[in-house]
């Protein structure tokens, strides 16, 4: 049998040395780009002259230039290379059809997806899950996103989304803040006087204590000196620590409810006009991934 590429298949790396060398016009430029030595680009390319019986390039002094059919040749090589790079790129995507990317706040990646991020692992282990956490979500470039977990629809209205849970808020704080504080459990109105932890939400539309205080009646105007963060991990870790009281939302918190690292101090407030949300691209080469990531999601909040 005749192997049909007879004529070049020793001679591929040089091919690849004439490209770059007549590219750049120079032997010394192509071994820079190819890590080679100037000496062996000028082998390479007598190599090829040898096999072809001519001239590829017109060497003056340290100048060369590139014939006719050098040239030809060269442009020949240059074109191949660029159909295998695009089938190339083809390649390595749907080599990634599994591979999706998740993007979320830093509170709930640290409040709720890494305690159960094992859960979801060993549901999918053919999906390479790839997390990227920001506080500043409206700048997150959603092209690059193949799942967003939000509070606010508008960064993406155009995508198919649906409710993971609604905004449940509580007062919680460490038992041993408690301990020392009994009285803060008695009455909502007696929490206006304990040492409150702010999350500082801006116009996101969290709860916050104006909020929570307003739905029992009561008027609260925040300290000066108060603990505030814009960070919600912040916040939580300081309730922790013991150092006041802080506002805990329902699957965010429950973790450490119930490992009794902190306890409910107050009644819960819902809202049905906020909440999480899970936005979703339903198309592209990783379709399926991102519908089994999805699932899982629909079925976790479902239960």
């Known amino acids: 049998m005749t192997y049909r590429y007879r004529n ?31 000496p062996t680009v000028s ?20 100048r060369v230039e590139a014939t006719v059919n050098g040239k030809q040749l060269a442009e020949s090589v240059a074109l191949s290379l660029s159909h295998t790079e695009t089938a190339w790129d083809s390649v390595s995507r749907t080599a990634q059809q599994d591979e999706v990317t998740l993007t979320c706040s830093f509170g709930f990646a640290e409040n709720w997806l890494m305690p159960n991020y094992g859960q979801l692992s060993d549901a999918l282990p053919d999906v390479r ?14 092209k690059q996103i193949d799942i967003a977990i939000v509070w606010d629809l508008q960064q993406a209205p155009d995508r198919p989304h649906f409710p993971l849970f609604q905004e449940e808020a509580f007062p919680v704080c460490s038992p041993a803040y408690l301990a020392q504080n009994p009285h803060i459990k008695s009455d909502p109105a007696v929490l206006l006087e304990a040492n409150l932890l702010h999350f500082d939400v801006g116009s996101s539309g ?4 104006r909020h929570w205080f ?43 409810l119930n490992e009794n690292r902190l ?12 909440g999480y ?14 519908e089994s990531v999805v699932t899982w999601f629909r079925q976790k909040f479902r239960s």
């Open 8 to 38: 070049v298949a020793g001679s591929l790396n040089a091919l690849l040395v004439l490209e770059a060398a007549v590219r750049h016009g120079s032997f010394t430029k192509a071994g820079e780009e190819l890590s080679l030595t100037q």
């Open 43 to 62: 082998r390479h390319i007598s190599t090829l002259e040898s096999r072809l019986r001519q001239p590829l390039f017109i060497r003056t002094g340290n």
């Open 129 to 142: 899950l790839r997390v990227a956490t920001s506080d500043r979500m409206e700048s997150a470039n959603m």
């Open 206 to 209: 969290f709860m916050t204590w």
């Open 214 to 256: 307003a739905r029992h009646g009561l008027e609260y105007r925040k300290p000066q000196t108060a603990f505030t963060s814009d960070a919600l991990p912040f916040v939580t870790q300081a309730a922790l620590d013991g150092r006041g009281v802080a506002l805990g939302w329902r699957y965010m918190i429950d973790r450490l």
């Open 263 to 274: 306890v409910c101090v107050g009644p819960s407030i819902s809202s049905l006009k906020a």
């Open 277 to 290: 949300y899970l936005l979703y691209r339903d198309s592209g080469t990783n379709a399926l991934a991102i």
